[in-house]
């Protein structure tokens, strides 16, 4: 421990990632079995692996099976000549080109299917320069934003790599060597919080997008799908239309053998279609909050201490500084809720050091806010969500709208920033100190990263106050372990309430079908069942797979190769 101006700092601890093989070390030192001995299996902690494996990216995996190369990668005898070529190719929709749309389609594509992938956004090129028109001119572009187009909502905020669904299991592992294999750097494999930036991810998708069509794979941009064709509750096909149109102009209907429904978490109006359809949905458990950001000095400063000068903006020895922070706050009124509602976890989400602040509203009338990082992280701030459980228990005003209570929960929120932050996409802000005090910051607010203008507001009049005050005990109990958080630069913004989806689609676990409806396959971050890039492009594979086996292209077996699915569900902390 250090003391500094009477302040007790902890010294910087650094975590590593080891592969031991346990054969060799017994045979070094056989006493080293009793350390072994104790060793529990934790998903993402200590992993064991029954052999080393030779891990290859998806295409070279599929391709070697096509050549029957398959003993190289540790491929079981049985999955030879398991791809079953056929004269008429099943027809098969993708709607979403996030990570999940991409990797069904990838899948899709290399196992034979005629593959179609429709996005209601723009390639990253466009997508790109709409976003610097939103930037700089308040242009928002609705099917053309932060949050719709090529890549999905992660590629312009941060394009973070880490999970929680087992960083070493071989799915994951084949996600991020596919990665490497569209032009990410190789080093995402090793780093302990690999993240590629929105300027690295932009090329991948470039290259990712080619090898779909050189696959055959047909992609439309600005084709917003408004509607599924139904039949004795099994989907025929689609209703698309142009997304630059309103919904109805100049619409075509296209039949389907099957339709992947790969969204994000921000298609509300894909939700309020399926609720038209009777689709099963239910509510799901999120986070809503705000984002705070600080000098990155001063958070290198309280993670590193002497080893802050070392940083270098990215370029030092010492990579810029993050935290990950996981608080339980305690509610007044405990004794009126269940057992299960008496603490609120409250936790950092989405951590940008070396980031911006940006918009991610989708609507002009609603105020959202997230953060993101190019690759070097090189900006003076760095920010990140603080944000609060939330459950169907919260959305009980909003039962009337069914499973979408937790979607209207959000545009509450999102509504009243908007409000409050006076309009023309400009932030309420609030210095946390003035937080924590249930007062308004009347003085000049410190500098953010945000760049279409910040308010002083009475952000602690804006959520109901079980979350403000699980936001001022957390931050309160967040400065005693990282002394110097609670700042007079440090700004907060909001609002943050799109970290998951609000809702989950309910399908079957062995082939991901909707259990309501017959040819519909609900997969990723929209439908509940991923939170964040590496996650639901796994959802996207291996749903790839399970739709292809159920089509007659496929008769393998994936878990012999990329183990058993672990599905994520419920809301997710980065």
């Known amino acids: 421990m250090m003391l500094r101006n009477n ?3 902890k010294e910087p601890q650094f975590t590593y990632t080891v592969d031991m093989d346990v054969k060799k070390l017994l045979d070094m030192e056989p006493r080293a079995w009793d350390f072994i001995a104790r060793l529990e299996p ?9 052999k080393e494996k030779l891990a290859s990216d998806l295409v070279s995996m599929l391709n070697a099976s096509n050549k029957g190369y398959d003993h190289e990668l540790g491929i079981r005898d049985t999955y030879n000549d398991s791809i ?38 723009q390639p990253v090129e466009q997508r790109g320069r709409d976003i ?8 928002l572009q609705s099917e053309s934003n932060f949050c719709f187009g090529e890549g999905g909502a992660g590629t312009w905020s941060d394009g973070k790599l880490v999970t929680r669904i ?29 993240h590629l930036g929105t300027d690295k991810l932009v090329p991948l998708l470039r290259n990712f997008r080619h090898h779909l069509r050189e696959l055959g794979v047909t992609i439309r941009f600005n084709a917003r799908v408004d509607d599924l064709i139904v039949e004795d509750r099994q989907v025929k096909g689609i209703v698309v239309s142009d997304s630059e149109l ?7 209907k296209l039949s389907f053998d099957a339709v992947v429904l790969a969204v994000g978490h921000s298609a509300r109006d894909t939700y309020n279609m399926l609720q038209q359809h009777n689709v099963d949905m239910s509510p799901k458990s999120f986070a809503v909050g705000l984002r705070i950001e600080h000098p990155q000095e001063l958070i290198n400063s309280i993670q590193y201490s002497e080893l802050a000068a070392e940083v270098q903006k990215g370029r030092g020895r010492i990579p810029v500084a993050d935290y990950k922070i996981v608080k339980s706050v305690g509610e007044k009124n405990a004794e009126e809720l269940d057992i299960a509602e008496q603490s609120r976890s409250c936790y950092s989400f989405c951590m940008c050091p070396g980031g911006q602040v940006v918009l991610t509203s989708t609507d002009p009338s609603e105020l959202c806010i997230n953060g993101m990082s190019f690759s070097r992280r090189a900006s003076k701030w760095a920010n990140s969500a603080l944000v609060v459980t939330v459950s169907s228990h919260d959305f009980k005003p909003f039962r009337s709208h069914g499973p979408l209570a937790g979607v209207e929960f959000q545009r509450e929120f999102e ?10 996409f400009v932030v309420p802000a609030q210095r946390v100190t003035d937080f924590i005090s249930n007062r308004l910051s009347v003085t000049t607010l410190p500098p953010s990263s945000y760049r279409l203008g910040v308010r002083p507001s009475k952000l602690h009049e804006l959520f109901p106050p079980y979350i403000t005050e699980a936001l001022q ?3 309160i109990m967040i400065d005693r372990e990282m002394p110097g958080f609670v700042a007079k630069e440090a700004l907060l913004h909001g609002v943050e309430t799109r970290t998951s989806s609000p809702l989950q689609i309910s399908r079957y676990g062995e082939t991901y079908e909707s259990t309501s409806l017959q040819g519909l396959y609900p997969i990723g971050e929209g439908a509940g069942y991923a939170g964040g890039i590496l996650s639901a492009a796994v959802d996207g594979m291996y749903c790839g797979f399970a739709l292809a086996k159920q089509l007659s292209l496929f008769h393998g077996d994936i878990e012999s190769f990329l183990g058993k699915a672990q599905n994520q569900t419920g809301f997710v902390k980065y």
């Open 84 to 121: 079953c070529p056929q004269d008429k190719k099943p027809r098969v929709a993708v709607i979403g080109s996030g990570p999940s749309g991409l990797f069904a389609s990838l899948v899709l594509g290399e196992l034979g299917a005629d593959v179609t992938l429709l996005e209601r956004g």
């Open 415 to 424: 509504r009243r920033a908007a409000v409050m932050g006076g309009g023309n």
């Open 166 to 194: 087992g960083r070493n299991t071989d799915g994951v592992q084949a996600v991020m060597q596919t990665f490497v294999h569209f032009g990410a750097p190789p080093n995402i494999l090793v780093d302990g919080k690999p």
């Open 42 to 50: 934790k998903l993402g902690a200590v992993e064991y692996m029954p």
């Open 473 to 475: 005990q957390s931050i």
């Open 132 to 139: 610097g028109a939103l930037a700089v001119r308040r242009i």
């Open 7 to 9: 302040i007790v700092l």
């Open 246 to 252: 309103r919904p109805g102009s100049g619409s075509q």
